[in-house]
């Protein structure tokens, strides 16, 4: 059961990353770059995992929640309107703005698995979620300086209280959908930045 509106929109925005018209002023094919960017991939697909287990509820749950105000609006987005994928894009725009929302992300599961611990829920998904995020940044952080581009900052998001075992429940499932499809978008942004910035065999 799925909370928010059907993804397939989404999967087909995505298709359009596949038609890009990248910058023409494309970098040399550095293999630390290429490396880098290979070894973000394993990363999105265990937190595609991840997602999933942070909302394993009955579908008496899932109603319960689905009827319930979304309001945890610090958690940056991906831009997955087709008017976002029209313009020309150099490496590092994707790049820093994945830097961002992973960061955001990071952020917030370290706040859920918080929450979920003070709820005397299971706080392995968070944990789990948090420690490839972590990993993400640090992996964008160091492509970034491969780049000579500047690591963006951003303020530190205002989180919600939560106050009852359903508030964690409900914060869960949420940022686990906007979790799948931050990773949806991120993977195959990172197949184009693969196929930009690593030699062909």
């Known amino acids: 059961m799925r ?6 929109s989404c999967l087909v925005l995505l298709l359009l990353l596949d038609l890009i018209g990248l910058s023409s002023s494309r970098p040399a094919h550095t293999p630390s770059l290429c490396s880098l ?7 999105f697909d265990r937190l595609i995992n991840l997602s999933k287990k942070l909302q394993e509820l009955s579908d008496e749950d899932l109603s319960l929640i689905a009827a319930a105000e979304h309001r945890l609006d ?3 987005e991906i831009p997955h309107t087709a008017a976002a994928f029209t313009q020309p894009l150099k490496v590092n725009e994707p790049i820093s ?3 961002n929302l992973s960061e955001s992300y990071k952020l917030h599961m370290d706040w859920l698995k918080t929450a979920r611990e003070n709820m005397s829920l299971s706080s392995q998904p968070a944990e ?11 992996l964008l952080n160091s492509s970034l300086h491969q ?6 900052q951003a303020a530190p998001p205002s989180l919600p209280p939560v106050s009852t075992a359903f508030d964690a429940l409900r914060f869960s499932v949420e940022v686990s959908e906007k979790l799948r499809v931050f990773v949806l978008f991120a993977k195959r942004w990172i197949r184009v930045l693969q196929k930009l910035s690593c030699p062909r065999r």
Do not use: C, N, R
Not at 147 to 152: A, D
């Open 3 to 8: 909370i928010f509106p059907d993804l397939t």
């Open 128 to 138: 789990g979620a948090s420690h490839h995020l972590l990993k993400l940044t640090h």
């Open 37 to 43: 960017i290979g070894s973000m991939v394993p990363h």
């Open 147 to 152: 780049l000579q581009e500047e690591v963006p």
């Open 74 to 76: 610090s958690l940056l």
């Open 97 to 99: 703005q994945l830097y």
